[in-house]
T-cell receptor, first 115, second 115 residues
Framework: DTEVTQTPKHLVMGMTNKKSLKCEQHMGHRAMYWYKQKAKKPPELMFVYSYEKLSINESVPSRFSPECPNSSLLNLHLHALQPEDSALYLC??????????????FGPGTRLLVL | DQQVKQNSPSLSVQEGRISILNCDYTNSMFDYFLWYKKYPAEGPTFLISISSIKDKNEDGRFTVFLNKSAKHLSLHIVPSQPGDSAVYFCAASDVSSGSARQLTFGSGTQLTVLP
C-alpha cells in the first residue's frame, strides 16, 4: 500500500480566513513533505519533516504554518493568504532510511483557491 | 539554474508505438532518479526509478535508462496506450540532501497517445 491521503480535496477561502490542510499516511514513513504546484509547473518544495521534526523550510512565508502531530499526520495551517497562493498543495512521504534511495509517494492534493 | 531539464514540453505518439521521454541533469551528486506521471488536478504517481549503480530498470511496459557519463536518462513506454496520456516529470535526488531526500524536478513533458 502506497497511499497518502489528503483532505479536503478542494478549498475556497477568503484572505482573512484560517483553514488547515491535512495529510495522512500509514506506510510507516518517517519523512513527510509539503509541496505547492502551479499549473504546468513542477512541484515546488515547501517543508520537510523528518522524524516529526521540521528539517527544511524553503523560505516559505509565515502565513503557511506546518505541523506534524505524529509520524502519520501532517497539517498545513493557512492564515491571511493572498490570491497568488492559489495552487495545488501536495503532501508526500518517504521511508527516511539513512543513506537509502528514497521514493516519495504523493497524495492526490488539495486544490486551493484564495479569493 | 535548472539542475534537471526536460527539453521537450510535449510529445505525441500513436497508440502501440514506443514513447521515449528524455531528461538531462547537471548535478553529478545525483544518485537516484525517478519518473512520475501526473494527470491534471491530481498528485504525481510514482512510475519507476533507477539508482546510479544501474544503467537500466524495467517494470512492465516502462523501462528507464541511465547514462551517467552523458548525465542523461530516458523513459521508454512500450507499447503506448491512450491512458498513458499525462504529464511526465523526471526527478532526481542526491545523498548530500540528507536522509529525508529533497527531489529536484524537471519541468515536465506532456505525452499524448493518439488512438
Amino acid at each position: 500500500d502506497t497511499e497518502v491521503t489528503q483532505t479536503p480535496k478542494h478549498l475556497v477561502m477568503g484572505m482573512t480566513n484560517k483553514k488547515s490542510l491535512k495529510c495522512e499516511q500509514h506506510m510507516g514513513h518517517r519523512a513527510m513533505y509539503w509541496y505547492k504546484q502551479k499549473a504546468k509547473k513542477p512541484p515546488e518544495l515547501m517543508f520537510v519533516y523528518s522524524y516529526e521534526k521540521l528539517s527544511i523550510n524553503e523560505s516559505v512565508p509565515s502565513r503557511f504554518s506546518p505541523e506534524c502531530p505524529n509520524s502519520s499526520l501532517l497539517n498545513l495551517h493557512l492564515h491571511a493568504l493572498q490570491p497568488e497562493d492559489s495552487a495545488l498543495y501536495l503532501c508526500a512521504s518517504s521511508h527516511n532510511d539513512a543513506g537509502g534511495w528514497e521514493t516519495q509517494y504523493f497524495g492526490p492534493g488539495t486544490r486551493l483557491l484564495v479569493l | 539554474d535548472q539542475q534537471v531539464k526536460q527539453n521537450s514540453p510535449s510529445l505525441s505518439v500513436q497508440e502501440g508505438r514506443i514513447s521515449i521521454l528524455n531528461c538531462d541533469y547537471t548535478n553529478s551528486m545525483f544518485d537516484y532518479f525517478l519518473w512520475y506521471k501526473k494527470y491534471p488536478a491530481e498528485g504525481p504517481t510514482f512510475l519507476i526509478s533507477i539508482s546510479s549503480i544501474k544503467d537500466k530498470n524495467e517494470d512492465g511496459r516502462f523501462t528507464v535508462f541511465l547514462n551517467k557519463s552523458a548525465k542523461h536518462l530516458s523513459l521508454h513506454i512500450v507499447p503506448s496506450q491512450p491512458g498513458d496520456s499525462a504529464v511526465y516529470f523526471c526527478a532526481a535526488s542526491d545523498v548530500s540532501s540528507g536522509s529525508a531526500r529533497q527531489l529536484t524536478f524537471g519541468s515536465g513533458t506532456q505525452l499524448t497517445v493518439l488512438p
